[in-house]
């Protein structure tokens, strides 16, 4: 192993970041706090493709030690293709978990498009050993060259679902939190750093597990922690009870105005009634104690009148008019 490594020093990184991806992995099992969580189970998708492409980047030199009969170059090809495989499982989760984690509801036509994109990205990789589209086996100097598919194939998907990632981080960018919003767009750029860079270097040198290990290092600490995961379920009840309280001063505020309604419709006839007694009573006790009662009934259809327009601003019901 050690010799292995010494012969392949461009794969010391991958190597370590295996060990890296487990502990992430070992960690994300054992602090989950909700193991039924969408977004979680998204991530837990996406971190055993990240683990399972940086293994197929370590193991893939060993290809090259395989005979050179037809049978082993079929094994040899699929060696290499599932580290297009196993990265374009990555970029589809990261679509999955960022659409979970935003809210965003896609319309059917774009669930059928990356759909189909997906599928399109793993018939052809799948079936490169036998076409030879993506890349081939060069058995005379023992290395792979690109073929017609190479970038249609092999980069163009992940470049697909790092755009539709973009797309959707612009949309909800105003409901993220600010700590998801610098989560979310460093990995998108991981991820389009990976897309361009990669194919330029024609094999030579391999960044897709280090560039998906770093997007998956950044979303497990700013987003999956359990710490986290219990600040967002504390501010969701935070939220809830925010929106109860609102609800219920809302509630309030009808039931206010409508008591005042009903207050002073029989408040009116009781100073409409007193206006006759005024007007039509000769006795001087009698007009004393309705001049009383007019006073007292015209204060208390003023507050009463008051607490209704209260009641209308807070019901969002007040209306403001020009004479």
Same mark, same amino acid.
């Given at each position: 192993?050690?010799?292995?490594?010494?012969?392949?020093? =461009?794969? #010391?990184?991958?190597?370590?970041?295996?060990?890296?991806?487990?502990?992430?992995?070992?960690?994300?099992?054992?602090?989950?706090?909700?193991?039924?969580?969408?977004?979680?189970?998204?991530?837990?998708?996406?971190?055993? #493709?990240?683990?399972?492409?940086?293994?197929?980047?370590?193991?893939?030199? &060993?290809? *090259?030690?395989?005979?050179?009969?037809?049978?082993?170059?079929?094994?040899?090809?699929?060696? %290499? #293709?599932?580290?297009?495989?196993?990265?374009?499982?990555?970029?589809?989760?990261?679509?999955?978990?960022?659409?979970?984690?935003? $809210?965003? =509801?896609?319309?059917?036509?774009?669930?059928?498009?990356?759909?189909?994109?997906?599928? @399109?990205?793993?018939?052809?990789?799948?079936?490169?050993?036998?076409?030879? *589209?993506?890349?081939?086996?060069?058995?005379?100097?023992?290395?792979?060259?690109? $073929?017609?598919? @190479?970038?249609?194939?092999?980069?163009?998907?992940?470049?697909?679902?790092?755009?539709?990632?973009?797309?959707?981080?612009?949309?909800?960018?105003?409901?993220?939190?600010?700590?998801?919003? @610098?989560?979310?767009?460093?990995?998108?750029?991981?991820?389009? *750093?990976?897309?361009?860079? !990669?194919?330029? &270097?024609?094999? =030579?040198?391999?960044?897709?597990?280090?560039?998906?290990? &770093?997007?998956?290092?950044?979303?497990?600490?700013?987003?999956?922690?359990?710490?986290?995961?219990?600040?967002?379920?504390? !501010? %969701?009840? *935070?939220?809830?009870?925010?929106?109860?309280?609102? #609800? +219920?001063?809302?509630?309030?505020?009808?039931?206010? +105005?409508?008591?005042?309604?009903?207050?002073?419709?029989?408040?009116? +006839?009781?100073?409409?009634?007193?206006?006759?007694?005024?007007?039509?009573?000769?006795?001087?006790?009698?007009?004393?104690?309705?001049? @009383?009662?007019?006073?007292?009934?015209?204060?208390?259809?003023?507050?009463?009148?008051?607490?209704?327009?209260?009641?209308?601003?807070? +019901?969002? !019901?007040?209306?403001?008019? %020009?004479?």
């Amino acid at each position: 192993m050690i010799d292995y490594l010494l012969t392949n020093v =461009k794969i #010391s990184y991958e190597v370590a970041a295996i060990f890296f991806d487990l502990v992430i992995v070992i960690f994300m099992n054992m602090t989950a706090s909700d193991p039924n969580r969408l977004t979680l189970r998204t991530f837990r998708f996406m971190a055993y #493709s990240v683990l399972l492409v940086t293994l197929s980047e370590v193991l893939a030199p &060993l290809d *090259l030690l395989l005979p050179r009969t037809p049978g082993w170059g079929i094994l040899r090809d699929y060696i %290499e #293709s599932s580290q297009f495989f196993f990265e374009h499982m990555v970029l589809f989760g990261f679509a999955l978990y960022i659409t979970s984690l935003t $809210g965003f =509801k896609p319309p059917k036509w774009l669930k059928g498009i990356n759909s189909a994109v997906l599928l @399109y990205a793993m018939i052809l990789v799948l079936s490169n050993p036998f076409l030879h *589209l993506v890349f081939s086996f060069d058995s005379d100097n023992s290395v792979f060259v690109s $073929g017609p598919f @190479y970038i249609w194939g092999g980069y163009l998907p992940a470049v697909y679902f790092g755009l539709y990632s973009l797309m959707v981080f612009a949309i909800m960018f105003r409901n993220m939190m600010v700590r998801e919003r @610098y989560a979310i767009f460093f990995t998108i750029m991981m991820i389009f *750093l990976e897309s361009v860079l !990669q194919p330029s &270097l024609q094999g =030579k040198l391999k960044l897709v597990a280090l560039f998906t290990s &770093l997007g998956l290092f950044i979303l497990y600490l700013s987003l999956e922690t359990s710490d986290y995961q219990r600040l967002v379920a504390t !501010q %969701e009840k *935070l939220m809830e009870a925010r929106e109860e309280a609102a #609800s +219920a001063n809302r509630a309030k505020s009808v039931f206010i +105005a409508s008591m005042s309604h009903e207050i002073r419709t029989p408040m009116n +006839a009781i100073l409409g009634i007193n206006d006759i007694i005024l007007q039509n009573s000769r006795e001087e006790n009698i007009l004393g104690y309705s001049r @009383y009662m007019k006073k007292a009934g015209t204060s208390l259809l003023n507050i009463i009148n008051d607490v209704l327009d209260v009641s209308k601003m807070e +019901a969002g !019901q007040f209306t403001i008019t %020009e004479d």
